[in-house]
């Protein structure tokens, strides 16, 4: 397999191409912010995230995954591990990572990174719920997931999620490892790994996910 990485760890932004049409320089003027954006999130993102996030949580369970403090601790350690999906600006859609050195999550993991190891544990994924059910959060799972395969040194992401999110993840190609010693107030979550070496599943809606191999240039071109 061809493999190249490119020397900086960090994600270039990606923009979507959008058809090409003639518009008045005024209006042109006026959309100065790209409509899609993909990119590594940055303690300045941190508010954004966390009103994402408090909104998706608190009203379900009371409780967010990650506080405000955690989130800006993560995008100042490992900003390469985030990824977030930005149109006209606003963040709609994002994915905070950090690194991890054990076999299995322990309640350990929800607060620490441990950098250079092979291991990601994917703390968070949430969409703008204005943006749910559209596609976006496997889009952007499938981005990041790719985008990992491309640094250097990583084999595997980990995450927990409850019961009801099991085929949204094994659809995106995790592979169930058990019920996690993870416990948040009465929830119970079950431990999911992707292994980022060798394989990869296509894309969202070819169900059964039919693995491909890519090679890291590919992917590079692609994001
Ligand atoms: C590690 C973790 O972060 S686990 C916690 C995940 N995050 C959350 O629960 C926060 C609130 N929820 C969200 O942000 C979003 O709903 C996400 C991230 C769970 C899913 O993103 P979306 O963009 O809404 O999902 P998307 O449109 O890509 O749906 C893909 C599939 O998953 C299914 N799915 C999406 N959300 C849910 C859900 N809450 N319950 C059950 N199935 C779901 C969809 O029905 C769809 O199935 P289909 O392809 O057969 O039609």
Known sequence: MTTKVSSSPFLKPFFLKTPVRVVSPLRQRRHTLPASEFRNLTPQDAISVFEIEKEAFVSVSGECPLTLDEVLNFLGLCPELSLGWFEE????????????????????????HVPDTPTVHIHL??????????????????RYLQYLRCLPGLRRALLICEDFLLPFYLKAGFKQKGPSEISVANLRFQ?????????????????????????????????
């Open 89 to 112: 600006g606003q963040l709609v859609a994002f994915i905070i990572g950090s690194g991890w050195n054990k076999e299995r999550l322990s309640q350990e993991a929800m607060t620490r």
């Open 191 to 223: 431990e999911m790994e992707y292994l980022l070496c060798g394989q990869a599943y296509a894309r969202r809606n070819s169900a059964p996910a039919s693995p491909v191999t890519v090679s890291c240039v590919k992917v590079n071109r692609a994001l």
């Open 125 to 142: 994924l949430s969409v703008h719920r204005h943006c749910r059910q559209q596609g976006k959060g496997s889009i952007l799972l499938w």
